[in-house]
């Protein structure tokens, strides 16, 4: 037994049973739908995949939740309704355990919790933002961009779930518009691409950050609360970055109108 921040006793979670053995049936059917062009939006509960084919059917919610939160990046209300309830009832001693183990904290918002881990630490399985990539300083800069949209009533607000449904057009329409803006601060190798191809690395970034969902066939995107946490500019906004430094970002966490994060 372990004690709590507040003197109270606690109990921690057994390390194994957050461990579940490999099924390659499992895996390859849960790869299929997440494939799926079809189904790229929807929830990524694993219930949802497979139905009562296999044990893991029967996890129980605030285990989902552990293995979600240490695999990363997030764990969404969106996907699982019932884990993200757990977590908020067993919040505390959840955020004790992670504290007293790994020395990270746990941020747990409306939409979303999540694991932070101070800088220098290892992130394990999960991918993170640096600010000199030139792919993540886009990244960065269309999440302060989506929030310019929904505050100026450009883009429809969230739905319940903290989510916002955009296409591909408007994602387009939207970089364009940055790269005008920002493009000089991008290097020589990201300026002499096209604006496709710069788009398509964004998604590819913002899905492994845990930031978007998408396109699917049909040419939508979901963009995930956790787009919420970001707001960058550049120090210098509209100069050409010599090649012997590298610009820097102002970041700081925000929220989008209707993604209001709960503390």
């Not at 977590?87 to 409306?110: C, I, P, Q, S």
């Not at 999540?114 to 886009?138: E, N």
Request: glycine fraction near 8%.
């Amino acid at each position: 037994m372990g004690k709590r921040r507040n003197g109270s006793s606690r109990r921690a979670m057994p390390t194994h049973s957050l461990v579940s053995a490999l099924n390659p049936q499992l895996l390859t059917m849960a790869a299929a739908h997440l494939n799926d062009e079809g189904k790229t939006l929807r929830p990524t509960l694993l219930q949802d995949m497979i139905g009562n084919l296999f044990p893991v059917a029967s996890t129980k919610p605030l285990i989902r939740a552990w293995r979600t939160l240490l695999l990363g990046p997030a764990l969404f209300r969106y996907d699982d309704a019932e884990a993200f309830a757990q977590l908020v009832a067993h919040a505390d001693e959840v955020a004790n355990e992670l504290l007293d183990t790994f020395g990270w904290l746990l941020d747990v918002k409306r939409d979303y919790a999540c694991i932070v881990r101070a800088s220098g630490m290892s992130t394990g399985p999960v991918t993170s933002f640096t600010p000199f990539g030139t792919s993540d300083q886009m990244a960065l800069l269309i999440c302060t961009a989506i929030r310019e949209q929904v505050t100026g009533g450009a883009w429809p607000k969230p739905d319940s779930y903290g989510c916002l449904h955009v296409t591909t057009e408007d994602m387009n329409a939207l970089f364009y518009t940055l790269r005008e803006r920002y493009g000089e601060n991008w290097g020589n190798e990201a300026r002499s691409k096209s604006s496709r191809t710069l788009l398509n690395d964004i998604y590819r970034k913002m899905r492994q950050v845990g930031l978007l969902r998408g396109p699917d066939g049909a040419g939508n995107v979901l963009i995930l609360p956790t787009a919420a946490r970001y707001s960058v500019t550049y120090e210098k906004a509209g100069q050409e970055s010599k090649a012997t430094s590298k610009q820097k970002i102002k970041s700081m966490a925000a929220a989008l109108p209707g993604m209001d994060e709960a503390e």
